[in-house]
């Protein structure tokens, strides 16, 4: 028999669980976007960046400001960084990560754009940099369709060497972008550190409230299930020491992809969550380009890819 004291103490620990987890899911309903998409970290506008981060032209890149109007009628804005021949060339679309403005990807787009003498284009999601709106799941899925579309209307570069890559959330965009916009074939798609969904990375970081996910998750990014549709070549990039995507995440999304005809995955041993790029350096940037290479001799040699 449980004594008064004992009982009244039980009683008072599960209340106070039950008040943790309803708070805790209240908090992941209520805020979830604000949880997930930071656009202003540490700066909302490129304009607000230390020098060598506000525009590409401070690193030595001319570049053409990019408008895109999306199906709900927002304004998009970006950069397309072309190289001195970008009919010859191919082009790289860069969906960025969850936090910051565009500003501060400069520097990748200067490496990519210089070490796979490819065009460059970034564009921000809505409520990011200086596109109109807020963000959530369904709007940057409007926003990657509008993107695409945009990227496939282009007469100034060649449409049949577009590129795809997606960081970290990003990663989610560019998977749900090709697996719903079957009609463009693109030549590869290259993700970073990206999660399987949105559902596992609460057991990741809020594994108190995990159980509550199926009752307040609005975003979902099902990445796990969306990418074995994809019949592009698929490169994977994995830094070994992500604190926030484990990569085993990694690993099952490569698993997933069936329907890749070339897939491959670098393991960058050091890299972090937000550092692989600067880890792998100058190494990395030539095996994506030699990945690239493959990918291009593959569709010249198989015209169904």
Known sequence: MISKPVKKLLIASVTLVTTALV????TLWYFQDRL????????????QNPYGYREPIEAGMPYEDVKIKTSDNLNLHGWLIKTKTPLESPTLVIFQGNAGNIGYRIPLLRDLHRGCNANTLIVAYRGYSNSEGKPSEKGLQLDSVAIMDHVFSRKDIDTSKIYILG?????????????????????????????????????????AVSKLKGLVLANHWPSI???GS????????????????????MKRL??????????????????THNDTWYQGGK???NKIAEWMSKAELMRNESPKL
């Open 23 to 26: 708070g805790g899911g209240i």
């Open 36 to 47: 997930i998409y930071f656009p202003a970290a540490p700066d909302q506008f490129p304009s």
């Open 167 to 207: 960081s970290s959330l990003g990663g989610a965009v560019s998977i749900y972008a090709l697996s719903r916009a079957k009609k463009y074939n693109v030549a590869g798609l290259i993700l970073e550190n990206t999660f399987t969904s949105m559902g596992e990375m609460v057991d990741q970081v809020m594994p």
């Open 225 to 227: 299930d969306l990418i």
């Open 230 to 249: 994809i019949k592009s070549p698929i490169l994977f990039i994995s830094g070994q020491e992500d604190e926030l995507v484990p990569p085993e995440q």
């Open 254 to 271: 490569y698993e997933a992809a069936k329907d890749s005809p070339l897939k491959e995955m670098i393991k960058v041993e050091t890299g």
């Open 283 to 285: 190494s990395l940037i």
